[in-house]
């Protein structure tokens, strides 16, 4: 099975511990830990530890680690399904869009949200659907946080845990998933320090190995 549709199938359970083992083992698998995490701009030692905490990773890590997998974030309405598929001939598209659940409305902007691959504009959709629900009471009563943590959890320029995402999400009726984007190229070789680099293009030769006296 493909990277992707390991991943998928982690994501598809809706379980913390299951979605960050994945993710983790994917990480294992990159040649340099260093760049990687350079590049997902997460120090070395919060990579290690960040998908094998009980509580899990942030958002924020979670979408930049992703992105440098060559993922990204969605939402999806649960049992949501492809309505332009199964629309027949005489069915305008207008016509389907307003039959559209609110679900699949929440997801749809959350996404367009995700596509950014910032934190800052999927918290305040975050925000904004909070702001949206009739009784935000009854719908903690769904998870195991309180509905003081959501409303304190999505507000900028605080950082929820993704397991805070995936919480609110699943008493929503909606799930994350992820796809496939170009993801980022990792060097085949250490990256040269700035130092290599000036005195190469001194020499003229920006490639060579520069033997530097202790």
């Not at 809706?14 to 040649?31: F, K, P, V």
């Not at 340099?32 to 030692?45: C, D, G, H, P, Y």
């Not at 060559?70 to 305008?92: H, I, N, P, W």
């Amino acid at each position: 099975m493909s990277n992707l549709g390991l991943l998928q199938n982690a994501f598809a359970t809706n379980n913390l511990r299951t979605i960050c083992r994945a993710i983790d083992d994917e990480i294992s698998r990159q040649s340099s830990i260093a760049e990687f995490s350079q590049l997902a701009k997460v120090n070395r030692t919060t990579l290690f530890r960040a998908f094998r905490r009980r509580q899990g990773t942030g958002l924020e890590t979670m979408i930049r680690v992703l992105e440098v997998l060559g993922f990204r974030l969605a939402v999806t309405a649960k049992g949501q399904v492809d309505r332009t598929a199964k629309a027949d001939a005489s069915t305008s598209e207008r016509n389907i869009l307003e039959k559209t659940s609110p679900g699949e409305g929440m997801a749809r902007k959350l996404t367009a949200a995700l596509n950014s691959s910032e934190a800052r504009p999927v918290i305040g959709v975050f925000a904004e659907i909070l702001r949206t629900q009739d009784n935000i009471a009854s719908l903690s009563k769904k998870t195991i946080r309180c509905r003081e943590t959501f409303y304190r959890a999505f507000v900028y320029p605080r950082v929820p845990r993704f397991s805070t995402a995936l919480t609110l999400l699943d008493a929503l009726g909606l799930s994350f998933s992820i796809r496939r984007v170009p993801r980022y190229k990792l060097s085949t070789r250490s990256p040269r320090s700035p130092l290599a680099t000036a005195i190469g293009a001194q020499t003229g030769d920006k490639n060579r190995p520069l033997a530097i006296g202790r």
